[in-house]
């Protein structure tokens, strides 16, 4: 039997795993990461280059979720409050389907730290701004990433 004062801290962790566990894989469809996330709050489409944006709220996190081609190429997981860094290798783990590897990037003292992750199929990079309140961590598919510096490589030879 559960002690009752144990009671809240079981439900508060078994509620923290359940929110990490559900986000959402890179190659995702949009209607497979709604199963994760909920309906959109927000959604841009773009028929010159093929991408979709699309903005979800859960588990006290925001989601920028962008898809290539109907596949989820990129995710921006946002907070108001800094995101631990065993939570951001979580989240990056979760997202790209890989363990991530650590590089600390670029840290000015009060202003804003930079940590880059890296796997075979992806790259994020988690941002604190404490000044202003923002804490993001962006995961790209390396895949993705190729296709856009194709892409620059074009136009800056036009």
């Known amino acids: 039997m559960i002690a009752p004062a144990m009671r809240p801290l079981i439900l508060i962790a078994a509620f923290s795993l359940l929110s990490l566990s559900a986000h959402a894989r890179l190659g995702e469809t949009p209607a497979e990461i709604a199963k994760r996330y909920g309906t959109p709050v927000g959604t841009l489409h773009t028929s010159e280059t093929n991408t979709s ?7 006290g996190y925001r989601f920028n979720v962008y898809f290539w081609s ?18 951001v290798k979580n989240l990056f783990k979760t997202i790209s389907g890989k363990e991530p590897t ?31 309140g923002v804490y993001t961590l962006t995961v790209f598919s390396r895949d993705y990433l190729q296709h856009i510096r194709k892409v620059d490589g074009a136009e800056k030879k036009d």
């Open 70 to 87: 109907g596949r989820s190429v990129q995710e921006d997981v946002s907070s108001e409050t800094d995101i631990d860094s065993g939570t």
């Open 53 to 59: 944006w699309y903005l979800y709220k859960h588990a």
């Open 102 to 132: 650590t590089v600390k990037i670029d840290n000015i003292k009060g202003v804003s730290t930079q940590t880059r992750y890296t796997a075979d199929t992806a790259i994020g990079t988690y941002s604190s701004f404490p000044r202003l």
